[in-house]
Every structure is written in structure tokens, then in C-alpha cells.
């Protein structure tokens, strides 16, 4: 819970954590924020890089809010490497040659993981005409991009593995995906479960502020859900209270 927000001293190290993680919440809840603030804490925790994979017109319309005291100007931030991506093609190639990296980052963190299985990317809204029937061929039904999701994910799943049995004693290299969702859990859920160690969700409290809680996953076992509440407050993100 702690990874998310500044000053983490009091955190259990998150190579304890070689899985995947799943935050999940409502359109402009500071989700980016959340994931940017990790990959500050992660590359400062490890020593190593961090790879932030986004679409760039998203980041770049709703850049992320970091806490108070972090200096955008920090050396830190040169550890994290900001990769543009257009499609959920430009993940798969990714992932499948990321066991030839020579060194592995201590985090991947995919923004709107889910948004590049949506629609928008898979021809169910106006396209030109043999982009579209391209697209409808491939993923034109919710089973069919349910299925390229769990291919993609299971991917992802090996990838990290690879990297992990690697690098063995000498650290860990974490995946941390990120969904936007419009009732309380992601539309996916049931796929996710099957992937994910660790799934965090956000909603409103109705006062302006938002409720992080780790739900955790059937497949690892639940434990004892924790609280953060947190607020967007004059470009900063601000951790409020953490509860039990």
C-alpha cells in the first residue's frame, strides 16, 4: 500500500512481491499518479531502472501528480524510462523479447493495460474501412478480446518469471498493470484473478478524497484488506490516513 505514495520507509521491501499487481479505478481518480509514485519509490528502493509504458497522448493530457517534496528534477527520475505504446501489438512484442534484455528493470508499470483491448483499439467504432474489417476479424467480439487479454497476460506472466528466476538473490523485476473500471471492480475481474498476485482498487468517498483498498486474489488468498485514502490536492498527490 505503502509503494504507492511518498516515503515509504516503513514498507516491507517489494522484492518480497515477484508477481503481478492490478490497480484498478474510476476515470481521473490520480491512478497515473499512483503508478508514477511506485515507480519513483521502486527505482529508489532498488537502484535500478523502471519501465513506465503508456499511450503518449494520454500521458501527455493528464500528466501524473507526484507527493509533496519530490523534485521533478531529481536524478531519481532518470532511472525511469517512459515507453509509448499505440496498440496492444506494440505490448506483445515487448514482452516476448524481454527475456534478451541484458539488464532487467526492477518494474514494468502498463498504464490503462485494458484500454488497449477496448474498442478504440479494436475497430468497434469508426475506423476506415479495411482498418476496421481488419480489427472486427480479430478481436470483433468480448470473447474474442477477453481471449487476446489472457494470451497477452499470460505473456506478461512468463516474461516476468524469466526475469525473476534470473536474477535470483540479486533482486526482482515487479509488473504492475493499471484498469479503469465504472462500478466497484474491473469489467475483467474474472481474468485478472486467474494472473494477478495483488489487486488494489479506488473509489470516491464522495467528499473529494479516494479509498485505495488492496482486495486482494482468490488464487493467492485474500488477506485482511487495507485502506488508503488519498486526495489530488494543488498538483500534489497527498496520502491522507491508511487504515487496517
Not at 88 to 104: P, S
Not at 115 to 138: A, M, N, W, Y
Not at 232 to 237: C, P, R
Request: a positive charge; proline letters at 5%; charged letters at 20%.
Amino acid at each position: 500500500m505503502e509503494r504507492f505514495f511518498s516515503n515509504p520507509s516503513n514498507a516491507p521491501r517489494w522484492d518480497a512481491n515477484t508477481g503481478i499487481t492490478l490497480l484498478s479505478g474510476p476515470p481521473c481518480c490520480g491512478k497515473t499518479s499512483l503508478l508514477f509514485q511506485f515507480a519513483v519509490n521502486r527505482a529508489a528502493e532498488s537502484g535500478r531502472g523502471v519501465v513506465f509504458i503508456c499511450s503518449k497522448g494520454r500521458l501527455e493530457s493528464n500528466p501524473p501528480f507526484l507527493s509533496q517534496g519530490v523534485d521533478p528534477s531529481m536524478s531519481l527520475l532518470q532511472r525511469i524510462q517512459i515507453k509509448y505504446i499505440e496498440n496492444v501489438d506494440d505490448i506483445r512484442k515487448y514482452f516476448a523479447a524481454f527475456h534478451l534484455l541484458d539488464d532487467f528493470p526492477a518494474a514494468v508499470i502498463v498504464d490503462d493495460f485494458a484500454d488497449f483491448f477496448s474498442e478504440r483499439h479494436f475497430g468497434l467504432v469508426p475506423l476506415p474501412t479495411i482498418q476496421k474489417r481488419s480489427c472486427q476479424q480479430r478481436y470483433g467480439t468480448t470473447r474474442a478480446r477477453d481471449l487476446a487479454m489472457v494470451r497477452v497476460l499470460a505473456l506478461c506472466y512468463n516474461a516476468i518469471g524469466h526475469a525473476n528466476a534470473k536474477l535470483g538473490t540479486l533482486g526482482s523485476c515487479n509488473l504492475l498493470l493499471s484498469d479503469v473500471h465504472q462500478d466497484d471492480t474491473p469489467r475483467s475481474l474474472f481474468i485478472y484473478q486467474r494472473w494477478i498476485d495483488s489487486i488494489y482498487t479506488i473509489r470516491g468517498d464522495g467528499k473529494g478524497s479516494y479509498i485505495l483498498q488492496n482486495i486482494g486474489s482468490p488464487e493467492t488468498g485474500s488477506k485482511k484488506a487495507r485502506k488508503a485514502k488519498y486526495s489530488i490536492a494543488l498538483q500534489y498527490l497527498v496520502l491522507e490516513e491508511t487504515s487496517s
